[in-house]
């Protein structure tokens, strides 16, 4: 799209906000403005996404919480504006240089993010008939799971001659079912730990939380983007795919995503049955879970090499997840025994 072009579409929107454009570059769904009253971004986003995020926006501005780059209302007070079926809105441009490396950049994402959940925590009345259908249906998923993981490796031992990726899944089927029993043993004490709460604690979430989505003005302070997909819900709906995709990488032991963990629960410390139900999802192994199945279900001619491939990424992938979550339990056994240590020394 020519500049020209860009600008005859911008301006309509733009009116409703009293902003001459001059030039306008485009990002993808973001435009930068540069206009008569200075340099903004415009967001295009489906209108089927709706504007109820701005609520959640709104709620945590008024609880004090200031790092989300504001979304500014036009001149009669709406916060979006529909224009040929797509919705727009506006908000200043940050200029997102980068003054300090990425573990310092993560690190102040995750005390943001932190003080946005406590911030916006609250007591929410939970069903109890709900909680214990959701506990039996996924304690069904992961038994079915292991189910499959014991069929698939009788069948492949039964072979004289096994592919390529059976041979590497009946090597990696071990560390797959133990990360899927440890999964399932700490949902089943998560369960233990809450079937008689009538209360659980939520968080407004931003729900897509990545280090694109937070971005530095000139003075180095980190504001939060892209907030459509936030809504009340565990505080773990925005740690664990944010860990998630970090661990996505070659194995190696990941002590940064172990710090990040710590110093967001500095500022919000997990409760014992958050805790529990963040390692019992975080060790569940359903990626390499589901290229077995893939491969497992596929009649036609198989791409030998490119399964094996995403084994093998999946394997990795499972064990740093591993070594974070076998790392926190230790921490966590070795503070509880420093405590008892402690409340001994008192008693005697």
Not at 115 to 127: A, D, F, G, M, Q
Not at 128 to 149: C, D, N, V
């Amino acid at each position: 799209m020519s500049d020209l072009n860009r600008l005859e579409e911008v301006s309509p929107i733009l009116k409703n906000y009293l902003i001459e454009p001059y030039f306008v570059e485009d990002y993808g769904r973001i435009q930068k403005i540069y206009s008569n009253k200075g340099t903004f971004a415009l967001k295009k986003i489906a209108p089927t996404a709706g504007t109820d995020f701005i609520r959640h926006v709104h709620q945590l501005y008024q609880k004090g919480f200031n790092r989300i780059v504001p979304i500014y209302p036009t001149m009669d007070g709406r916060y979006a504006v529909l224009n040929d079926k797509d919705l727009y809105y506006l908000m200043p441009w940050m200029p997102n240089e980068i003054k300090e490396d990425r573990q310092h950049r993560n690190q102040q994402l995750i005390r943001e993010l932190a003080r946005l959940h406590t911030l916006s925590t609250k007591e929410i009345p939970i069903n109890k008939e709900e909680r214990t259908e959701h506990y039996e249906k996924t304690i069904q998923q992961l038994e079915k799971h292991l189910e499959f993981l014991d069929g698939f490796v009788d069948e492949c031992e039964k072979k004289t001659y096994m592919s390529p990726f059976e041979l590497l899944y009946c090597i990696y089927y071990n560390e797959i079912s133990q990360a899927l029993k440890f999964s399932k043993t700490k949902f089943e004490e998560w369960y233990e730990n809450t079937k008689e709460n009538e209360k659980a604690r939520m968080v407004i979430t931003h729900g897509k939380l990545s280090s694109e989505h937070f971005l530095y003005d000139e003075n180095g302070y980190g504001y939060f983007i892209n907030f459509e997909n936030a809504q009340f819900g565990s505080p773990i709906h925005d740690l664990l795919p944010f860990l998630s995709r970090a661990l996505n990488t070659n194995p190696k032991r990941n002590d940064e995503a172990v710090d990040w963990i710590y110093h967001y629960h500095k500022y919000f410390p997990f409760k014992q049955d958050e805790k529990l139900l963040f390692y019992s999802y975080l060790a569940y192994p359903i990626p390499i879970i589901q290229v077995a199945e893939t491969y497992y279900r596929k009649q036609q001619s198989k791409n030998e090499l490119k399964f094996v491939r995403q084994l093998q990424r999946k394997y990795w992938h499972l064990k740093n997840n591993e070594y974070v979550v076998m790392r926190m339990v230790e921490m966590d056994a070795q503070q509880q025994q420093a405590k008892e240590g402690a409340q001994q020394q008192q008693s005697s």
